[in-house]
């Protein structure tokens, strides 16, 4: 793991933490390219930054209240990082019990040409066996 690398990762994904936190979806949604790829477990494919606003907003309608996440891995080669994590996700439903999801993901972040981090591709998929989640 390059340190740079992982500056910038730990960084950005503070960030993301955050916007989920506080359901800040513009900040979600400028956390990724205007080519962005999403490829979310048990889902369609999603593409752009509208549509990961979009996601990321019924995610949030939904319940999704917190997210961690943990670089294991991260890697830069030019205007691209690989970054390999693990994530928490604290899901709270209205009127439903809270529950979590633990799994693991793999993004490409990209430089933008002001200088930021962008994600450009983003795959995630738990590690819970599909009969314990809900």
């Known amino acids: 793991m390059s340190e740079e690398a992982e ?9 993301f933490s955050e916007g989920i936190r506080t359901q800040d ?7 990724y390219t205007e080519d962005a790829v999403l490829m979310p477990p048990n889902n ?12 990321w907003s019924a995610a949030i309608k939904m319940g999704l209240r917190e997210a961690t996440l943990s670089t294991l891995d991260a890697r830069r080669s030019g205007d691209e990082i690989r970054e390999i994590g693990s994530y928490r996700l ?5 009127g439903r019990k809270a529950f979590e999801d633990v799994g693991k993901y793999m993004v490409i972040w990209k430089a933008e040409p002001d ?9 995630w998929n738990s590690d819970l066996p599909k009969k314990n989640r809900k």
Request: hydrophobic share 35%; aromatic share 4%.
């Open 90 to 94: 604290r899901i709270a439903p209205e």
């Open 44 to 55: 369609v494919m999603v593409t752009g930054r509208r549509g990961s606003r979009e996601f």
């Open 7 to 15: 500056r910038i990762v730990k960084k950005n994904n503070r960030r």
């Open 115 to 123: 200088g930021s981090w962008k994600l450009q591709q983003d795959i």
């Open 25 to 31: 979806l513009g900040t979600i949604e400028h956390m």
